[in-house]
């Protein structure tokens, strides 16, 4: 066991989700996990043997963290798409501390108005290298992030290649706080 090993005990069942080969597991209530980080809508643990996963912030009260809401949650206001974005911006990359925006991985974000009145957001997003383990996860956090955005009826989450994700499609912030300029 690590000498600085702060393990927090998982207070009921969780899913979660290996990083980075992204397969889904079950943590056990009364097991343990150190907290790695805690961003936007999803939190990292650490298990004994070193291993990074992935769990839903609706989960984090499981593992003593305040379970993380979304942007105007309680629909206090009306709908924006800044709602929208700002939903986006509370879906992390597990590895890299960076919202999928920032990271520039979101290429499309577009708001499709329906005959019934109802609202459609259609989103293209990448992976940062095509064989991401995590590009299902980041996509289901995309949709279910969407999805919560009062005003918003339907989510499509389209996961593109093309073009390439790159360095540059970073945003000049994200770049300079990862020393990258």
């Known amino acids: 066991m690590r000498s600085d090993w702060n393990p927090v005990v998982i207070s009921r069942d969780i899913d979660a989700t290996t990083v980075p080969a992204g397969e889904h597991i079950r943590l056990n209530e009364g097991g343990e996990v150190e907290v790695f980080q805690q961003l936007g809508n999803s939190v990292t643990v650490l298990t004994q043997m070193g291993t990074l996963l992935r769990v839903d912030g609706a989960d984090a009260d499981a593992l003593g963290l305040d379970r993380v809401l979304p942007p105007n949650a309680d629909g206090s206001e009306p709908y924006s798409p800044e709602h929208v974005i700002a939903a986006l911006k509370g ?91």
Not at 98 to 118: F, H, K, T
Not at 156 to 171: G, I, Q
């Open 91 to 181: 879906v992390y990359d597990p590895e890299i501390p960076v919202n999928i925006v920032d990271l520039g991985l979101v290429y499309r974000c577009d708001e499709v108005p329906l005959d019934d009145g109802r609202r459609r957001i259609e989103v293209d997003m990448t992976m940062t290298a095509p064989g991401c383990g995590m590009g299902d996860v980041l996509t289901a956090d995309a949709e279910r992030a969407v999805g919560a955005v009062p005003g918003v009826d339907e989510v499509e989450v389209t996961l593109v290649w093309s073009p390439p994700w790159d360095m540059s499609r970073m945003s000049e912030e994200t770049r300079l706080e990862l020393g990258l300029l």
